[in-house]
């Protein structure tokens, strides 16, 4: 990476003046993309090359030729979209590709039309294509850029610089330039090799330039288990595909696939085809094994498989079984949970068969029941915690019960019902809590937002005044919160409310010294009753007493210095009123008075106990301009969290309208409430680790529809490039 490139990226030469930013790395990486999409039509230019010394590989002679010469030509166009794309993806996401999902989801994949099953599929290829050709220096490159971001541990899923971003971005100019999908389809695996070496080689540049110019990479740490579910061994090939797998959950695999995507060639249009792939007779004889009895449990219902079984039966049960080795090897759960779940699969193979709405339906009891005891089993990292014997005890007799009679959708409902109910004690104290702090919660949001709109007020009053700065940050922070809290909890405004609301313009007036010289009667008359005012509102919301009279001195200072003679005798008075009650929170304020109301979210000290609220002391991750990248959680997802010391599991139970609150709860039942703001600096402060991100059986079936797109993808020619050369 030459020198020129890096100063065009906003580096100085001068390496011990200014380290680089992540905005920094990022243009430094746009600067050389030129050359990448230069290397890569120099070696496509071969297929239309007369002159051309090797023979042309067998992939690439259905490539049009007259395509190839239109690329050429166009190679301008191509290199202003790739630095589009790139700049696109690098700083907003890839959350903003809507049209190729990061990964295809289970319960999504039956209405997935055949153009996002394109778009899946030609994602893979190229993905996976990058990340073989560059699996030795990502891991460098992850950790010198989660240094960079501000993180204290190596976040991979952040690196804007990934192999994913590269593989979005080539599609999406693929798309552009190329209409014909069978073309655009023979294109990618090429196109993917030659891309693979050339970002080896910009990933190479950026490591060297990183660590040349200071940046230390972070120490790789223990790894906890996969966020979506997916289990750390992969799974062997399978008969599935994704065609196979969308007809299954349709209910007509019998059927042959109609009108499909090209890549959907490779599904055999009948069980015939299947056995001459030779697939058919190890996929029975392994069903037989995993369906044998064991001899130490008695009443198992024994599997029936024969070879003259549906196509659609065998699928089935292949969907249950990797379903179920997803599940028991997934290490988030204690390992007695997960030999229980792997001695359900006699009783779900024969739902499946019976009941193929297991599959198509998440609200199926039997995925209900498997959802709950797993969700409710992540709660325990110990097997000594209070509790988790007794939830062991229920989900083994669950387990029982199954073996004993046929599985039916009544089955599972009733045995969920059942426990539920033994669940609900435990739920109801939970839920009481969770109560409590939403509650809180939801008062601290609208104050928030009532006490944002009175700042946004007070600002405008402040234009063109003399206003010194710990005023503006007192009127437009704690007196903001102040008078929002007597506004919303007055049932009837009254004279204190209106009172409260005239502090504002009483405040302004006896800080600018020109108008208070001229009427000097009034100031004395005016302060004491100020005073009293303010304090009484602070009180409101347990402002800190000490931070409340930090604000008084300032305030009496600025008044004194107006006069040659001090003779304000009330105000000493007032000051020196003896504190009623101790500081009930952490003090908020300091010498330069409390912070702007876009810096800090305001919990009153009930409020704060009620809601277990956690404000995070560590300090703004800056990246230089750049938007931040947040993780997205819904309700019910994990996180392992650092409390006095100490790791907590806890579930996410509520978020606040606004998505800018979160609520937390342990599995002791205690509450942990955050902002979105403290919620980054802790994940970025590795005190709050991702555990899981949604339904642990929802993430378990996902992966089987990521090894169904495996298998597809590998049906259709693989990931190896026809430009590489012979063995």
Sequence with gaps: MTTPKMIRAGVANDTSRLKPTLQHCLEAALSIADSMVDEMLEKVAMIVDPDRLTPLPMELEAIDQDLILHLLDESDVIKAAWQHHLRRFFFHGEGRDPETPSIVRF?????????HIDASIEFSMVEQALTKSTSD?????????????????????????????????????????????????????????ILGDSLRTVYRELIQWLLAHGVEPIESASQIAPADGAPRNAVGRTLLTLGRLRQLLAGDLNAPP???????????????????????????????????????????VELPVVSGQSLGRLLGQEVVRLMLDNLTQDERLLPAIRQQLGLLEPALALLSQNDPRFFSDRQHPARQLLESVTQRSLAFTSQDEDGFSDLLQSVRGAVRSL????????????????????????????????????????????????????????????????????????????????????????????????????????????????????????????????????????????????????????????????FDTPTLTAVDAVVAEPAAAEVTV???????????????????????????????????????GLTVIEMELSTGAWVDLKVQGEWVRAQLTWTSPRGGLFMFISASGLAHSMTRRTFDRLLGADSLRIVSRGGVVEGALDAVAQQALRNTQEGDGGDASPFDSPP
């Design 107 to 115: 319960d999504d994949l039956r209405l997935m039309d055949d153009q």
């Design 137 to 193: 220096l990502l891991p460098r490159l992850n950790a010198l850029v989660s240094s960079l971001m501000g993180w204290m541990t190596v976040q991979p899923d952040l690196n804007p610089l990934k192999p994913s971003a590269y593989a979005r971005a080539l599609r999406a100019v693929m798309v552009e330039q190329v209409d014909d999908t069978e073309q655009r389809k023979a294109l990618f695996v090429p196109l993917a090799g």
């Design 258 to 300: 109609q009108g499909g995507p090209a890549y959907l060639h490779t599904v055999p249009a009948s069980l015939t085809a299947i056995e001459d792939m030779d697939m058919i007779e190890p996929l029975l004889a392994r069903l037989r094994q995993r369906a044998a009895p064991d001899p130490a449990k008695a009443n198992v």
């Design 403 to 562: 073996a004993r009679v046929p599985a039916t959708e009544e089955v599972f409902a009733r045995l969920h019902k059942r426990l539920r109910r033994r669940w609900e004690e435990d739920d109801a104290r939970k839920n009481q809590r969770r109560a409590e702090a939403a509650r809180a919660l939801m008062h601290a949001e609208q104050r928030q937002l009532q006490a944002e709109r009175l700042a946004q007020e007070f600002q405008q009053r402040m234009q063109d005044k003399e206003v010194p700065e710990f005023v503006q940050r007192f009127l437009t922070g704690p007196w903001a919160q102040a008078l929002a809290e007597y506004q919303l909890s007055a049932v009837v405004p009254g004279d204190d409310t209106e009172a409260l609301e005239t502090v504002a313009d009483d405040l302004l007036w006896s800080v600018q010294p020109t108008l208070i010289r001229r009427d000097v009667d009034r100031l004395a008359r005016l302060v004491p009753r100020l005073l009293s005012q303010i304090r009484a509102g602070l009180q409101r919301i347990d402002y800190p007493l000490e931070a409340t009279g930090q604000f008084f001195d300032a305030l009496v200072s600025l008044h004194e210095k107006a």
């Design 586 to 624: 952490a003090e908020a304020g300091g010498t330069e008075g409390p912070a702007a109301p876009e810096e800090t979210f305001w919990m009153a000290g009930k409020e704060a106990e009620d809601a277990g609220f956690v404000d995070a002391d560590t300090g703004p991750m800056s990246l230089d």
